[in-house]
């Protein structure tokens, strides 16, 4: 029997990317609620996994978009009383961080780019980046970032201006800030709006740059994150097998 996964996805170009493949080739077909486009948060007890993608929006920002409340609310009813498997990607790292009693604000500088993510030894041991080594690389796409982890979060990893790149909660709740899920067309779709932080960060044109760079190495970024995936994924199914 599959899993039965929700998927929180707050824009329309913070899709699930590459992990739309993964659920295709492994016959999975999530529910993706989109709380942006105001679709209610569904009952949590209809579904194994939780995943919460990227989003353009910044967590403390509930004035501007109220539904954040109560999807914070969800993520901690689903780790901390459900105690059932999670994964958050950028906002959903964020949000998984601050709805648990951590800590994010914006980042003293911010990162676009493709880069390396170094894992720490706790992140070397965790069975999410089983077979990674000590670092992979992975597209960073961010403007405010974990600045304290949730009491009892471990860190796995960080990038080089990141201190904070994954983290883990217990045993099957995890967040990444970087966007292991990103397609060639994610820097398409994401450079338009983020336009002046990238003006800031690098000099004109990286955009063109960035895009070849992700696209000569999308092979191996597809590879990462079908390897996350099928980690995070044995995570999870053992969890709910030993629940």
Same mark, same amino acid.
């Given at each position: 029997m599959s899993p039965r996964i =929700? &998927? %929180?996805q707050h824009s329309p170009d913070c899709h699930p990317g590459t992990f739309a493949g993964h659920f295709a080739a492994d016959g999975i077909a999530p529910t993706v609620v989109k709380l942006d486009e105001g679709k209610p &948060?569904?009952?949590?007890? =209809? %579904?194994d996994i939780l995943m919460v993608m990227g989003g353009p929006m910044n967590v403390w920002e509930e004035d501007r978009f109220p539904w954040l409340k109560d999807e914070k609310a969800a993520?901690?009813?689903?780790?901390i009383e459900r105690d059932k498997p999670f994964l958050g990607i950028c906002l959903g790292h +964020? #949000?998984?961080?601050? =709805? #648990?009693?951590?800590?994010?604000?914006?980042?003293p500088r911010g990162e676009i780019n493709l880069l390396d993510i170094a894992l720490s030894e706790?992140? +070397?041991r965790n069975p999410l980046y089983a077979g990674f080594g000590k670092k992979k690389r992975g597209l960073q796409w961010h403007g405010a970032e974990v600045k304290a982890l949730?009491?009892?979060?471990?860190v796995l990893a960080s990038s080089s201006d990141c201190p904070i790149a994954a983290f883990a909660y217990g045993a099957s709740a995890f967040g990444l800030q970087y966007h292991v899920e990103a397609t060639e067309q994610s820097v398409v779709d994401w450079s338009g709006p983020s336009q002046e932080m990238l003006d800031r960060l690098h000099p004109p044109g990286f955009s063109g740059t960035l895009r070849t760079r992700v696209s000569e190495g999308f092979s191996e970024l597809?590879? !990462?994150?079908?390897?996350?995936y099928? !980690? %995070?994924? +044995?995570? =999870?199914i053992e969890r709910m097998v030993y629940a």
């Open positions: =929700a &998927i %929180f &948060i569904p009952d949590l007890g =209809a %579904f993520i901690r009813e689903w780790v +964020q #949000l998984l961080a601050e =709805a #648990l009693g951590g800590e994010v604000g914006p980042a706790d992140g +070397q949730p009491p009892g979060g471990l597809l590879g !990462n994150s079908r390897r996350v099928d !980690n %995070f994924m +044995q995570v =999870a």
